[in-house]
């Protein structure tokens, strides 16, 4: 075995240092972009694959409807979802108010909704058209035995359209949902709202009883003062009253069929 010559000029031992942290120099670069992409490759394999989408919150839309506006299918890569699809592709979706998608690695999409409630229905020709809070139709069916919600009539919406997504404007129908908004959540007898005449707004109660309150301030204190004479009266179990007159806060009137 030879021995190595000790390195008597300073010069050539600096060299040799100079070109030995040169090469640690040009492999780190190298180390890292080997990293990079092995993790690339990693992240693209098939165990990133979605094998499983969560769908919670929908009780009238199909899962199958929301992943597909979502754009994913299974086995597609976790990280090409496109989280902002779902956000986009939400009005095609009337019954939906907003979702959102989170990743749960390393194969589940979760996708979280929340729906639209109906507040109300409108007789549109053949069908009866469900409307939110916000005027909008979220869903239009033939069937009236299917919706436990209030009736709104003297709606004129001959220039409206009146399929699901579109919003209804106009007086009438802001009146409508003024009166609705202030009913209490356990408000369960309201059967129909008359909007005819927003000066002069009747309401029928489920069992057909007519409540005329005039026009939609206080209604709030309206309708405690017209379910309390109605309450009085079945505690009384004395016979029905065909009408309430409420409209007049401080003078109520009610006559007995």
Known sequence: MTARRPIADISMYRNQRRRHKNVR??????????????????SISGFFAVRTIVISGNDNVAD?????IAQIEKGMNIFAVNEHALEQNIPILPRIMSATLERQLPGTIKITVVERQGVAVLNVGKAMAVIDGEGRIIDRQRQTDVFDLPIVTG???????VV?????????????????????EDAEDIGEINVTD?????????DGTEIRI?????????????STILQENERKAEKAIDYIDVSIVNKPTF???
């Open 255 to 257: 006559a007995y069929e």
């Open 64 to 68: 199958e409807d929301i992943i597909n």
């Open 198 to 206: 927003i000066q002069y707004i009747k309401i029928y109660t489920a």
């Open 25 to 42: 120099w040009v492999l780190i670069p190298v180390f890292l972009v080997a990293c990079l992409l092995a993790g690339y490759f990693f």
């Open 214 to 226: 005039g026009d939609s301030q206080n209604f709030g204190e309206k309708y405690l003062l017209y």
């Open 164 to 184: 699901p997504g579109c919003f209804l404007s106009g007086e009438q129908i802001e009146t409508a949902l003024e009166v609705l908004t202030a009913l209490p």
């Open 155 to 161: 709606v004129d919406i001959d220039d409206q359209g």
